[in-house]
């Protein structure tokens, strides 16, 4: 098999003709019907086909996947049998097509018997061939291309996430993964008032991610996981939105959509032993071959510190923490974790991260362009609004500015008047009053001037 660092092939076309071929050929001889004069003819073409987009490198995909060395042990068996995994996803009509071939299955993944048939094997040789190459430590299985699933004689071959979105252009699955829900907030780096420092590691984030590619195709480097990341940093100071502008940079670099789902913790955590685990498996399992990007929100609640023994549930515990650790470690594709509470996070996990970033509380100058980005920006607004001097007066965090902003907009629109300090000072005042304690009036400076009574 040659291979050529090559994008997407349509050459791959030419395997699901032959395909399609055998399905209909071992469908013909299921129900006794004549095949056409021209069948052994067109066969013969077909695998002319295939042979000469092997050579040609339709496969070159795989060097994303694997170094040039170990995708030199695969076999003309072995590529034969990633076409029939790939085919039901790559054609779906031939999936219904592949499940009435094989009923005693269940699945439209192609089985053992049926892979016999549509290869047309001839002996006992030829069979053990076969299971040789499907192997848990035979190359397919090995370098995670294929999965062989359920039990002798029934055993099914289907292809890995990253193979379908390697050789496929495609996400494995077109559901939102179980446990999570897709975020449809996007943002921009100019909306992202953090100082230069943090939004430099952020950079170095997205590069990591968009890079990780070509380093593995192009470099040589082993196929990387991840990466993790950890935004660390007091509430509101924008480690949610951080992930959303991530999410729509890799988008404008890559030129391929990438999704943004945040984790469900009521769908993931469960009172009954193994429960949790078991759902974040799936959850993890469903994302992988995707450009997607993970974010779990309150990390610090999943993933707390590990404690000493002293009966049955801080065992599990420890070993559902410890579980949770390793299947994120091992995960291929981007996680990033949010806490406001980092040293609530077990140190152990900490070592797993290629990124941690901190999200520092603003300070004035911070504050106020803030206010300047989250403020309606075809709002009219009064002449005395000065946005240093309301940085100046009101300490809030920029989630904070977003809820006052808006209110303050609501306000202004309401009363058809231009934003102003009056509007601005009653939102700031609602928003300290959130904290449930006693709100001095010296505490939003010389907005205070501006309060309307009753606050």
Partial sequence: MTLRPAGLDAFLDAEFDRVAAMIALAEAVRTGSALPDETAERFQSLSAAVEAARTSGAWAGLLALAP????????????DLMALALAPVARPALGPRLWSLQPQAGSCWPSLPLIEDLLMLDGGGQIALLVDRLRPTAPLSALGLIRVEGATPAQTVRPAPRLIQTMLGRDAELAPPPGATLSDRRGRWEELVLPEPTLAQLRDLTAWIARGRMLTEDWGAAPARGPLALFSGPSGTGKSFAASVI????????????????????????????????????????????????????????????GEVTDARDRYANLEVSHLLARLEDHTGPVILTTNLRANVDTAFLRRFQMVVDFPAPDAAARARLWQVLLPPRAPRAADLDLSRIGEAARLSGGAIRNAATYAAVLAAERDEPLGLPHIARAVWAELNKDARQIRRTEIGFLAEHLEEPC
């Fill in 68 to 79: 040039r060395e170990d995708l030199a042990a695969l076999t003309r068996l072995d590529v």
């Fill in 247 to 306: 999410a729509s940079a890799l988008h404008a670099r890559t030129e391929e959509p990438w999704a943004l789902y945040t984790l469900d913790l009521g769908r993931i955590m469960s009172k009954y032993v193994g429960e949790t685990e078991a759902n974040m498996n799936a959850l993890l399992s469903a994302l992988e071959g995707r450009n997607a990007l993970l974010q779990i929100d309150e990390a610090d609640g999943l993933l707390g510190k590990r």
